[in-house]
């Protein structure tokens, strides 16, 4: 059974910073591509950032030079770092993958960033 589980989500003020986890099991990590997306209160879910099994990644504009994305195959979880949040970047986050052709998803952690 796959399961993703994310942490490190909180209350930041705007100009902060967190790190954000997501573990992953019952995949072959090492060769899964790997998403974090988030939802707003209100708005549709979008996607963040990717990272590939060979660790390219891809940024929404959004986020582009404020997130990174970084796997650790040993540990067989991925990482969103996120810098100078602002407060339109409050939201729930998700982890995803694809597994034998389907999207699995983690429960989400919710970023609240105050003005």
């Known amino acids: 059974q796959v399961q993703l589980v994310e942490s490190g989500g909180g209350l930041v003020q705007a100009g902060g910073s967190l790190r954000l986890s997501c573990a992953a099991s019952g995949i072959i990590f090492s060769i899964s591509s790997m998403d974090w997306y988030r939802q707003a209160p209100g708005k549709q879910r979008e996607l963040v950032a990717t990272i590939n099994r060979l660790s390219v990644t891809n940024y929404a504009d959004s986020v582009k030079g404020r997130f990174s994305i970084s796997r650790d195959n040993a540990k067989n979880t991925v990482f969103l770092q996120m810098n100078s949040l602002k407060p339109e970047d409050t939201a729930v986050y998700y982890c995803?993958?694809?597994?034998?052709?389907?999207?699995?998803w983690g429960h989400g952690t919710q970023v609240t960033v105050s003005s």
């Open positions: 995803k993958t694809q597994s034998a052709g389907l999207n699995v």
